[in-house]
């Protein structure tokens, strides 16, 4: 019944798609001026006759050659209204009486100007514009901002899929989130909840890079989204207050109440912010696979119940010291505790009932964190026509005191106690980053940008990790599985980038260098300290190239390559074991090296709306966290590991839709072929996405989102996740002068996205099967209230350069 639900969404949301791209009635034109000459990005406005100066039923602004078209669902008899700055505006009668296509030209004429003092040119960018390292949303100015959140803003965005806290492209790969080129240290509920506050009338433009160029760091395989927000310097104090309430349906609520103030005068700006999350989540585990070949059955089912509180503060001040230079300093802090409670039962069944065995598992687990981040920013501008030189500096602290508890009993097919054990395992750790980088960006008269640029990482990392015992009715410090160990990495980077015109193609050539220094020293009372030490240098080039295909520049090609590195997280690299179940482990590597992707795409884009592009990348020493097994012995490793190469060859298709004014539709589809390959496993297997996002904008108060997704046959290394999908829906409504902003709806419906799902794993030979359970399905109420005195203003300035480190933390 599920899966006929969730089908039944998934149709509904294709059909709802596909049926708006057909319209009875059309009316397509030119608005010209007397000379025959286009008129660029005038208005058009459709109203009923017996209505002339009622409110239109639909609005559309022609491109740059004034063409437009309009499409009506119901024939009859309207009036075309036509305004343009420069020109008288201008009404014709339009009659549709059949399904045919009504072609017309639309001239207007000159406005009389007796005396002109001051001429003032605007120029609109287009809502979607792609450029040549990036897709950009406009949404200042734009008439479809409205006051949405930033994260409604990315569901618009082709090819972006906000889920379950996270932001992904193409359905596939996690993205990293900037604000102004700042990287926000935030994952999973915090994440979604900043972005739920951050609203548009804030936001200037969107920045989309699934292929980061040279001046950003070479890590990461998922891409850049970058906020960017209005700059402003007048004076005044704005802010606001914020609650958002959820409830699991059939399990756990969450409240996050936040609050945030700006203030800025003169040359001084100041902006603070205070978030409290109080958040419970659940999820169940089950799985079976075989083991002695085909003699036993080993089947296990484990809950996890968790609690989290985590109280943020920041603290930024900006000070301009002229109009071409300013400096900057910012505060985070955050304090978490994170708890979980695990309950795990275990059958290992064999064709011989004496030979079968019954465990049950209770597991503890305590994660206080404490996290403080200092940066610092100078910017000045070097000259009038916006050459740039810049200083970036942070330094992060963490310090976590991790601790987990295991109690397990052991029993035989008679029921009886064959073992009880307990015992725990304390695994604290502190971590110290500091990063420093010098970015020069010189522009020349001809449009031509040299930029040039070093970075500089340094991090130190210790962790202390031992296991207390419960024998004879005493706790004893283990020795001989006590270990400690220190990471030091050090990463030295330089790049140059090179931005221009030549032959009517644009080009942007970039190369970074990154020479990495690795020390890990694992020390142990028992056993021989083993040293892992590994200097290595390499290089990464980016290259981009758009050619245009018409006389507009509307209709283009473009060509990206590039290649990344995807470096491991420090708790994949510590080798300290944790136990899941009774006889499920998860423990670090040490040895892991960093993986390494090529990827190359070739695109064709129609009309700056519409995109077709083919895309193709190979991973080498592919970090994967695979789930090691062998037939003979029921217990099971999760262990992260560079387990072979995997090459993913795909086509993605975005179409945006403006159906009618106030209803909006934005889908992708993607479908390619992904081939993972080791020496334990191998997977060849075909995949398919589709996504769409669809915004309804009733009235200037009133609107309904609808938002939904499908995957078939995700990959992820030895791992074949079965078809999973989602469908949300959410009600906002605006009161007191837009000031107070509710918003309420239920995401995961049919509760059947990537929090649910069936997977098999393969390796040696054997096959893991896993269905996983977790609170997505939510009922949701968000409340924000937006004060300000004086004028409105938004100076945040702040960029970051440890963004990357603190991620792997």
């Not at 989602?726 to 605006?734: N, T, V």
């Not at 837009?738 to 995961?748: A, E, F, P, Y």
């Amino acid at each position: 019944m599920n899966r006929l639900y969730r089908i039944l969404g998934i149709g509904i949301l294709i059909l709802m798609t596909f049926c708006s791209l057909y319209a009875q009635y059309q009316i397509r034109g030119t608005v010209l001026n007397f000379k025959d000459r286009p008129i660029e990005f005038a208005i058009i406005e459709l109203r009923k006759t017996d209505q002339p100066s009622g409110n239109a039923i639909l609005q559309k602004v022609a491109n740059e050659k004034g063409e437009f078209a309009i499409k009506v669902n119901y024939g009859g008899k309207y009036l075309l209204g036509v305004k343009s700055l420069g020109y008288s505006d201008t009404t014709i009668n339009v009659s549709l009486e059949s399904d045919s296509v009504s072609i017309i030209k639309i001239k207007m004429m000159d406005l009389e100007i007796k005396e002109v003092r001051a001429v003032t040119v605007i120029s609109k960018r287009p809502f979607i514009e792609r450029r040549l390292d990036r897709l950009v949303m406009n949404i200042e100015n734009s008439p479809i901002s409205g006051n949405r959140s930033s994260l409604d803003l990315m569901n618009l965005a082709p090819g972006v899929l906000v889920t379950n806290g996270e932001v992904l492209l193409r359905g596939m790969q996690p993205a990293r989130v900037m604000i102004n080129g700042r990287m926000l240290n935030l994952t999973g509920v915090d994440l979604e909840n900043y972005l739920n506050n951050l609203k548009s009338t804030e936001i200037s433009s969107i920045e989309i890079m699934s292929h980061p160029p040279a001046e950003y760091d070479a890590a990461g395989n998922g891409g850049l989204i970058n906020i960017i927000l209005k700059r402003s310097k007048k004076d005044g104090l704005n802010g606001s207050l914020a609650m958002n309430f959820s409830q699991g349906l059939g399990k756990y609520p969450d409240y996050i109440p936040s609050a945030n103030i700006n203030f800025h005068r003169n040359k001084i700006g100041i902006t603070g912010s205070l978030t409290y999350d109080n958040l419970q989540d659940f999820l169940t585990i089950g799985m079976d696979r075989k083991i002695n070949q085909d003699d036993g059955n080993f089947v296990s089912n484990t809950t996890i119940d968790s609690k989290i509180h985590l109280a943020s503060e920041r603290l930024g001040l900006y000070y301009d010291i002229n109009k071409d230079q300013y400096f900057a300093i910012d505060f985070s802090h955050s304090s978490s505790a994170n708890k979980s409670f695990s309950n795990a039962n275990t059958s290992i069944i064999y064709a011989d009932p004496h030979k079968s065995i019954y465990s049950v598992g209770y597991f503890t687990g305590n994660l206080p964190t404490d996290f403080s981040n200092l940066g610092l920013n100078y910017s000045i501008k070097t000259d009038s026509i916006g050459s740039t030189f810049k200083i970036i500096s942070d330094y992060t602290y963490s310090n976590k005191n991790a601790f987990s508890g295991n109690h397990n009993q052991k029993y035989d097919s008679n029921n009886n106690l064959i073992s009880d054990t307990t015992f725990n395992f304390s695994y604290p750790s502190s971590a110290k980053i500091f990063t420093a980088q010098l970015n020069y960006n010189k522009v020349f008269k001809t449009k031509t940008e040299f930029s040039v640029g070093g970075k500089y990482t340094f991090t130190d990392i210790f962790t202390n990790n031992y296991y207390d015992i419960f024998f004879n009715n005493a706790w004893k410090k283990d020795l001989a599985t006590a270990f400690d160990f220190r990471y030091r990495e050090r990463i030295y980077a330089g790049y140059f980038k090179l931005k221009g015109s030549i032959f009517k193609t644009e080009y942007l050539i970039g190369l970074r260098g990154e020479q990495s220094e690795v020390n890990g020293l694992l020390t142990s009372t028992s056993q021989q300290d083993t040293a892992n030490n590994r200097k290595y240098f390499n290089l990464f080039p980016s290259i981009f190239f758009k050619k245009k295909v018409n006389n507009s520049g509307s209709n283009y090609l473009t060509f990206v390559y590039n290649k990344r590195v995807g470096r491991p997280s420090y708790s994949q690299l510590n080798p300290f074991r944790y136990f899941i179940d009774n006889y499920t482990t998860r423990e670090g590597n040490p040895l892991l090296t960093p993986q390494f992707t090529n990827s190359c795409e070739l695109s064709y884009t129609l009309h700056n709306k519409y995109s077709l592009s083919i895309n193709y990348a190979v991973t080498k020493d592919i970090i994967s966290q695979v789930l090691e097994s062998n037939t003979s012995n029921p217990v099971m490793v999760m262990k992260n590991r560079n387990s072979g190469y995997s090459k993913n060859f795909g086509l993605n298709f975005s179409f945006p839709v403006d159906v009618t004014k106030w209803w909006l539709i934005n889908s992708t589809i993607s479908a390619g072929k992904i081939i993972s390959e080791a020496p334990d496993y191998s997977i060849n297997s075909n995949y398919f996405f589709f996504q769409t996002y669809q915004d309804l904008n009733f009235t200037n108060r009133f609107s309904i989102n609808i938002s939904g997704y499908y995957r078939y046959h995700t990959v992820w290394a030895n791992i074949i996740f079965a078809p999973l999908g989602s469908l949300d829906i959410s009600c906002q409504r605006k009161f007191i002068e837009n000031k107070l902003i509710t918003k309420i709806g239920v995401s995961d419906i049919f509760y059947s996205s990537a929090g649910n799902t069936r997977e098999v794993s393969y390796y040696n030979s054997g096959n893991i099967n896993l269905t996983r359970k977790a609170q997505t399905r939510v009922v949701f109420i968000n409340l924000i209230y937006r004060f300000q005195s004086g004028k409105a203003f938004k100076s945040d300035k702040m960029e970051n350069g440890s963004a990357e480190e603190r991620k792997r933390l």
